[in-house]
């Protein structure tokens, strides 16, 4: 049974997975052009015939595609699908991960409005950075995922401080070395203190409570809401957002 090209389809567009020199899975359009290009080159590969025997070859030879993945690198071969690999290096791989391929096609997909608790959210995010250094916002919808790490930078901006953010397993994690580094030296060693307190009773023998995620400063729960330390417990981030 042979396979057919390495492809996904977003928003009606064809596009070819493909790999460069590089780790990152990479994606190229079908392109009209004289420069198109076959998936893989069949004067290249002439020696792995029999590896790509679980592909159609007709199909992967047929130059359709741009030579440029969407990130504008130039690639090598489609990366190898369902048809298995044919270089003894080769890995599988059935979605991109070159965040700048990502970016532009999540520039074709429908905008999601901005809800109008996304503000309050932030802010509430923001204080969090500002207390701690980092932060993780649990359960914000996933269409609104990136309007809330553009709003949050921009609040931690004004308040004169860069920051990272990450979106891991439905997780946005955020990181700010400046706010960790203005944090008032007396409140990183009254943490260092109590952190070293516990290990000590730990090691002296007392019983260990298991960790609860919702009892952690820095997290702001979908179910449980915002606890930080010493102030009311707010909602949840869809309750902010108004979903």
């Given amino acids: 049974m042979t396979s057919g090209l390495n492809t996904i389809s977003v928003a009606g567009r064809d596009l070819l997975l493909v790999a460069t020199s590089g780790a990152q899975t990479h ?19 002439a020696n792995s015939t029999d590896a790509l025997a679980g592909y159609d070859l007709d199909v992967l030879v047929d130059p359709r595609w741009s030579p440029w993945a969407l990130c504008g690198r130039e690639w090598n071969a ?9 270089l003894p ?25 901005t809800p109008t608790g996304i503000e309050l959210l932030a802010s509430i ?12 916002v649990l359960g914000a919808p996933a269409e609104q995922v990136e309007a809330l790490r ?5 609040h931690l901006r004004t308040r004169g401080f860069r920051c990272e953010t990450h979106h891991v397993n439905g997780v946005v994690h955020l990181f700010s070395e400046d706010a960790h580094a203005a944090i008032d030296p007396d409140v990183h ?7 070293t307190a516990r290990i000590a009773k730990l090691l002296a023998g007392a019983k260990s409570e298991p960790a609860r995620l919702e009892d952690q400063p820095d997290v702001i729960l979908e179910h449980l809401g915002y606890r930080p330390v010493n102030r009311p417990r707010l909602r949840s ?6 979903r």
């Avoid at 553009?150 to 921009?154: E, L, N, S, Y």
């Avoid at 060693?189 to 952190?195: K, N």
């Fill in 78 to 86: 489609m990366a190898p699908g369902e048809g298995g690999t044919w």
């Fill in 150 to 154: 553009r709003t949050i930078r921009k």
């Fill in 237 to 242: 981030p869809r309750a902010i957002l108004g």
């Fill in 89 to 113: 290096w080769q890995e599988v791989a059935l979605a991109p991960t070159c965040r700048a391929c990502l970016r532009v096609i999540d520039s074709w997909l429908p905008v999601a409005d």
């Fill in 125 to 136: 995010v923001a204080d969090t950075v500002e207390s701690f250094g980092y932060a993780r």
């Fill in 27 to 45: 994606v190229a359009a079908v392109c009209d052009g004289e420069d198109r290009r076959p998936a893989v080159d069949p004067t290249r590969f």
């Fill in 189 to 195: 060693a009254a943490r260092e203190h109590e952190m």
